[in-house]
């Protein structure tokens, strides 16, 4: 669980485990996502350089850093979204439940049930608010009634803070919403399927600041039942909804802490520089 | 020192003319090409609307003795030259189907000669002088004149240009496009979504890419000889049958459909991908509910634009037998056939006068049918048009 226990690593910071300033000292600690030595290739040139990190169940954790700094790369190790490249080359351990990821026998769609994503821009599907949340879970055979169905739409979307505004309208195209709805629908089709992990890839970029501070709102709601990982370049938000933040830099992890250490005493000067604003 | 705006203006002068010029040469190229346009469709409609009227004449039919042997019998002697031996032959027949019909009288409309019929259009004839003055004589007492010529689309081809028609290449028409359709589509999309959706980008799959496109660019009547050196001669499919014709028009159509997805395909945003690989989509489902689905509209489209290429397409259906004489409806997939522009083609050759308006007709009707493939294409496009 020690993260110095890794090698290669002399600048990795203890992450708080348990300790007692930790910002939600009540919260579980239970290991959610281990890596190990994950390294990740575009072709010739390297993404990813020996990370090592241990996500917690049931907190939010946040990927800051640079552009191009790898964290969206790392986010999308972790439900193997990036098979979809083909040049992309990846070593290490990736390990929840007992499992490496990474293995050839895991299948990754059986990984992609387990851990759900929600993109940068907004996508849902051009069908209607309906399908949108049933879809998934039909697929799964988590459904087999048509009441059955329709009580776990409503489910997932009173959990993504959806319902009071679209029960009205559930068969419109889910296109017809605005931008933060449109979100927060995506966010409802992530959880209507019941994963373990949510990664977010810069959720609020594209959207306006109420519809960002709704969204941090749901993130601070669903932590409670989702292990939520999110990459984003505002700082404040990290700040805000964070519970550990690590510190990317050209594919490295440089600082992993819970957030308060992370902006009020950082460990490092990278670090330090990155989120006072004088970098990056 | 800066220019003034009247310095600038005379040096602008030069290129505005340029400009103009331009804009005039290019005027007048769309104009020309819309003149010619214009010539094309008023030469085929005054050529072959006339084909959609035909002469026909009253006459007394007597069912006598001699008519039973020689439907010529059963008319009076001048008019019997002017009424379509199609008819006469008739008669003999019809006695012999109906014998009650013996030693009656009939007074019927029945279809004219050919060169009647061309004599009222006013083209060139063969008639004699003293047969003109027995039509002018029979038209001013309003017993010959020209009705609309069902005629032309409820028979087969004749050699007899007034009882000639375009059922029985309409039918094939119909019969090589379900079977051109029924190939060509489902191997076309299954081609077009393995190579977009599921095959790794390397070398072979680039060549296949390469060899399809080069396949659109292929003069059709290569494909009339694979067809039949494969389907005729090695699977012994049979010769003249709109199952070949059909087979050999799907290869053509092939890499048309299969371009048309891919394009259809790729306008699918990767993101509607990601959003399905996200909620844990196998590939074939990502495939089969999301992207397949949206582009749709796009592979409808360029289906039919393919099919509608097929269905004018003449040279390699001589090569496997479909320009024929066929002047019944073939019943089957595997009896002999003709379509549309084949029949065209056949009409073309014919050496009498008034096959030449058959041809002309022919074209409309074929042309008729393209524009409304093609209309539907249009509208399914705007129809279903998508902004992401």
């Known amino acids: ?280 | 020192m800066s220019q003034t705006f009247d310095e600038i203006s005379a040096q602008l002068k030069k290129r505005h003319r340029r400009s103009a010029r331009l804009k005039w040469i290019s005027m007048g190229a769309l104009g020309l090409a819309g003149l010619f346009l214009l010539w094309f469709f008023s030469d085929m409609l005054g050529k072959g609307l006339p084909a959609f009227q035909q002469a026909q004449i009253q006459v007394e039919i007597d069912y006598n003795e001699d008519a039973q042997r020689m439907g010529r019998a059963a008319l009076d002697r001048d008019v019997s030259r002017l009424v379509s031996r199609t008819f006469e032959r008739m008669i003999p027949v019809q006695m012999r189907e109906n014998p009650e019909l013996l030693g009656t009288t009939e007074t019927r409309w029945v279809l004219a000669d050919g060169e009647v019929d061309q004599y009222l259009k006013g083209h060139r004839h063969k008639l004699n002088e003293a047969q003109q003055a027995l039509v002018d004589e029979l038209a001013a007492e309003g017993r010959v004149a020209l009705k609309f010529n069902t005629t032309f689309f409820t028979t087969g081809d004749s050699k007899m240009p007034e009882a000639s028609g375009i059922l029985s290449a309409a039918v094939g028409t119909v019969m090589t496009m379900l079977v051109t359709l029924a190939i060509a589509f489902p191997i076309g999309v299954m081609t077009a979504v393995y190579l977009e959706e599921f095959a790794p980008d390397n070398r072979f799959t680039q060549l296949i890419e390469i060899n399809i496109n080069n396949l659109a660019a292929i003069p059709s009547i290569l494909f009339g000889l694979l067809g039949l050196a494969i389907f005729i001669n090695f699977f012994g499919v049979p010769r003249s049958s709109p199952l070949v014709g059909g087979m050999t028009l799907a290869l053509m159509t092939l890499p048309v459909i299969i371009i048309a997805t891919r394009t259809a395909l790729r306008s699918v945003p990767d993101s509607i991908r990601h959003a399905a690989f996200g909620v844990g989509c196998s590939r074939w489902q990502v495939v089969r509910d999301h992207v397949l689905p949206l582009a749709m509209p796009g592979i409808m489209t360029g289906s039919i634009i393919g099919l509608a290429q097929a269905m004018g397409e003449t040279a390699p259906l001589i090569i496997v037998g479909m320009v024929a004489f066929i002047p019944d409806v073939s019943a089957s997939f595997t009896e002999a056939a003709t379509v549309l522009p084949a029949q065209v083609f056949t009409w073309a050759g014919e050496p009498e006068k008034a096959f030449v308006e058959k041809t002309a007709g022919g074209i409309l009707v074929l042309l008729a049918i393209l524009i409304f493939l093609n209309a539907t294409a249009v509208i399914l496009r705007k129809k279903f048009e998508r902004r992401w």
């Not at chain 1, 993404?47 to 990927?63: P, S």
């Not at chain 1, 931008?179 to 890839?201: E, K, T």
């Open chain 1, 1 to 280: 669980m020690n993260i110095q226990a890794a090698p290669r690593h002399t600048s990795q910071p203890t992450p708080a485990v348990g300790q007692p300033h930790t910002r939600n000292a009540d919260a579980c600690h239970e290991l959610s996502i281990r890596v190990r030595d994950l390294n990740l290739w575009y072709g010739e040139s390297q993404a990813l350089k020996g990370l090592n990190i241990d996500l917690f169940q049931k907190n939010v954790t946040a990927l800051i850093g640079p552009s191009g700094c790898g964290k969206s790369t790392f986010l999308r190790c972790l439900n193997r979204m990036n098979d979809l490249i083909p040049s992309v080359r990846i070593e290490g351990l990736v390990e929840m439940d007992g499992h490496d990821v990474n293995q050839v026998k895991m299948d990754e769609v059986a990984l992609r049930r387990r851990v759900g994503m929600v993109f940068q821009k907004p996508n849902p599907f051009p069908k209607s608010i309906y399908e949108n949340i049933a879809y998934a879970p039909r697929m799964h055979d988590l459904v087999s009634r048509k009441p059955e169905q329709d009580e776990l739409v409503e489910k997932a979307l009173r959990d993504a803070g959806l319902w009071e505004e679209v029960k009205d309208k559930l068969h419109q195209p889910g296109t017809s919403l605005s931008g933060g709805q449109q979100q927060r629908l995506c966010i409802a089709r992530a959880i209507a399927v019941q994963p373990d992990v949510i990664l977010m890839d810069e959720p609020t970029s594209a959207l306006d600041p109420i519809s960002t501070a709704t969204i941090e709102d749901l993130m601070d709601r669903l932590k409670e039942q989702f292990t939520i990982i999110t990459v984003t370049h505002n700082m404040q938000q990290a700040a805000r909804v964070a519970d550990y933040t690590a510190f990317f830099h050209l594919g490295e992890i440089v600082e992993y802490n819970d957030t308060k250490t992370m902006f009020s005493n950082p460990a490092t000067k990278k670090a330090e520089d990155y989120i006072t604003g004088r970098y990056g």
